[in-house]
C-alpha cells in the first residue's frame, strides 16, 4: 500500500524540489524498545567475541575467500563441498522465508545489522553531540554551515573510530584474527593490498552510517520488496488497529464517536524511515515497533489502552478467523527439514580427507634408458580434521619398488592442503593397449584409509612409444 503524499514530500526521504529529507527519529523508550536493545546488545558482543573463539583448535568462524576455505563451528569447507555448502545457504534461506511467514520482518526491526548499529550506536552518538531531533534539524536547515559545526564534526570524527572498529571486525570474518592483527602492526607499505581492502571496508561503513542510512534498507536491500511474497494475511506485523482508532481527533474537545488516534503524529515523528504506520502495510516499515511504544506512551496520558499500535496480522484487524495453521507454515518447516537434514546427513558422511590424484606436468609418461616406463603422480591431500596428520601412500598392482616418493609420509596441518609426487617405473611389458591400471591407497595411521583405482599410461606396444592415450581418473570411498 502506498502512503499518501505529504505536505512539502512526494516520499518519506525526498521533498517535492528533489532533495533529500533527512530523517532525523525522536526516541521513543517503551518495553520493545528496551528488549530490542537487549538483544542488539548481545548481538553486538557475539560479532565482536566470534573471530577470537575457536572449536576443536581451528576459528569458530573463517571465510578464507582467497584460499576458498570456510570454516564454521569447527569444520573446514572447500570449494569441493558444493553440495553441503548448496544445503546450508538453502537452509538459511527457508529459514528466512518461515521466519517472516510467522513473525514479518522481525529480522529487519531486530537483528539486522543496519538496524542494530544505525539505531543502538550511531544514533544515540547522533543525539549525544547534536542535542537530539531538534538539535540535528537545526544543523539540517543551516546546510553547508550545519554541516561544518564544530559539534557535528566531532560527531563524524568519533563515527570515523567506529567504522575502523568495526571494518576491522568485519574483516576478521575473512582473514582471520591472527592475520589481521599483523596487518595493524605493519606499515601499510608492506601490505598495500589489505591496507587498501581496509580502508574501501572503512570507508563504505562510514558513508552508509554517515549518508546513507535509512537508504539501505529503502533502496539498496531487496527484503522489502520480498515481503509482498513472503506476508499472508495471517503473517504478523507491526500495524494499526483502524477500527479502534478511527476517526481520528485532535485537541482536548474530542468529536463524539471519535476513535482513540489522537493524531498527534508520534508515530511519523518516531520512525526511522520516516512513514506514517496508520496508512497501512508498506514496503519502507521495518517492523522496528517505535510506533508502538510511541502510541502506547501517549494512549498512557490520555487514559487509553495501550496497543493501537502492536504486534497483529490483517487478518485479526479486519476480524477474520486466525488461522495458524496455513499452507505456508507447513511447507516451509518441511522443506527446511529437508533440506538442513540433507545437510547434516552430508556431514556426517564427509570423509576427513580429500584426496585427488592427478597427473604429473609435462608429457604423460617417459620411457627410460633401461626401457621401463615412468609415470608421474601428483597426489592432492586436503585434510579436513582439526588435528595435523601424516598421509602414507602406496601402490597396489605393481612390483615391490616401483612406486618411488620424495617424501612418504608427508604430513599435512589441520586444514591444509599437501601435494605428494610419486613416481611409478614399470616394464613396458606391464602395459597392454597403452595402459596399466593400479589401485593408490593413502592413509593416515590415525584409522582413515581410501583408496583411488588410477589408469597409468605407457606406450600400446612394448617395443615402441606410441601416442599415448589420455588417462581417466576413477576416484571411489
Given amino acids: ?53 575457536r572449536m576443536n583448535g581451528m576459528p569458530l568462524v573463517l571465510l578464507d575467500l582467497p584460499l576458498r576455505r570456510f570454516t564454521i563451528l569447527g569444520s573446514t569447507f572447500f570449494p569441493t563441498d558444493t553440495l553441503l555448502l548448496m544445503l546450508l545457504v538453502l537452509s538459511i534461506l527457508i529459514g528466512i522465508f518461515l521466519m517472516t511467514a510467522l513473525a514479518g520482518r522481525v529480522w529487519c ?18 543525539r549525544l553531540f547534536e542535542g537530539g531531533r531538534s538539535g540535528s534539524m537545526r544543523f539540517d536547515r543551516e546546510h553547508a554551515r550545519g554541516q561544518l559545526h564544530p559539534r557535528r564534526l566531532a560527531k563524524y570524527a568519533v563515527y570515523l573510530v567506529l567504522s575502523l572498529f568495526l571494518a576491522h571486525t568485519f574483516l576478521a570474518y575473512f582473514v582471520g584474527i591472527d592475520r589481521l592483527v599483523m596487518w595493524v602492526r605493519r606499515s601499510p607499505v608492506e601490505h598495500p593490498t589489505s591496507f587498501l581492502v581496509m580502508a574501501f571496508t572503512t570507508a563504505a561503513i562510514m558513508v552508509d552510517f554517515t549518508w546513507f542510512r535509512e537508504q539501505t534498507c529503502l533502496v539498496a536491500c531487496p527484503y522489502g520488496r520480498w515481503q509482498s511474497v513472503l506476508l499472508d494475511r495471517q503473517s504478523l506485523i507491526v500495524a494499526y488497529d483502524g477500527n479502534r482508532g478511527e476517526p481520528r481527533s485532535r485537541g482536548r474537545e474530542r468529536v463524539e464517536g471519535a476513535g482513540d488516534c489522537i493524531d498527534c503524529g508520534a508515530c511519523v515523528l518516531t ?26 506512551a501517549i494512549m498512557s496520558r490520555v487514559g487509553k489502552p495501550p496497543g493501537l499500535i502492536r504486534y497483529s496480522s490483517r487478518a485479526a484487524l479486519e476480524g477474520e478467523r486466525v488461522r495458524r495453521l496455513r499452507p505456508r507454515v507447513v ?57 595435523s596428520h601424516e598421509y602414507a601412500v602406496s601402490l597396489e598392482g605393481v612390483e615391490p619398488g616401483a612406486m618411488i616418493a620424495p617424501q612418504n609420509p608427508i604430513p599435512v596441518g589441520p586444514g591444509r592442503t599437501a601435494i605428494m609426487d610419486v613416481f611409478v617405473m614399470l616394464p613396458a611389458a606391464e602395459f597392454h593397449d597403452g595402459e596399466h591400471r593400479v589401485t593408490v591407497r593413502i592413509a593416515d595411521g590415525a584409522g582413515y584409509t581410501d583408496a583411488v583405482t588410477y589408469r597409468l599410461v605407457g606406450p600400446e606396444h612394448p ?15
Fill in 1 to 53: 500500500m502506498t502512503a499518501p503524499v505529504a505536505v512539502g514530500r512526494v516520499l518519506p526521504t525526498m521533498n517535492e524540489d528533489g532533495s533529500r529529507r533527512w530523517i532525523r527519529p525522536k526516541l521513543s523508550p517503551g518495553k520493545f524498545w528496551v528488549r530490542r536493545r537487549a538483544v542488539a546488545y548481545a548481538l553486538m558482543v557475539i560479532f565482536f567475541i566470534i573471530p577470537y573463539l
Fill in 109 to 126: 526491526g531486530w537483528a539486522c545489522p543496519q538496524t542494530v548499529y544505525m539505531e543502538f550506536v550511531f544514533r544515540p552518538i547522533e
Fill in 271 to 296: 520512525c526511522p524511515t520516516g512513514i506514517d504506520i496508520r496508512d497501512g502495510l508498506q514496503m519502507e516499515c521495518i517492523h522496528c515497533t517505535q510506533c508502538a511504544d510511541a502510541c502506547d
Fill in 331 to 387: 511447507l516451509y518447516p518441511a522443506a527446511l527439514s529437508l533440506a538442513f537434514g540433507g545437510f547434516l546427513v552430508a556431514l556426517i558422511l564427509r570423509t576427513p580427507a580429500d584426496i585427488t590424484v592427478m597427473r604429473g606436468l609435462g608429457a604423460p609418461f617417459a620411457v627410460e634408458a633401461d626401457g621401463r616406463v615412468a609415470n608421474q603422480l601428483r597426489i592432492k591431500i586436503t585434510n579436513r580434521d582439526p588435528q
Fill in 463 to 477: 617395443d615402441a612409444a606410441g601416442p599415448p592415450h589420455e588417462s581417466k581418473k576413477e576416484p571411489r570411498s
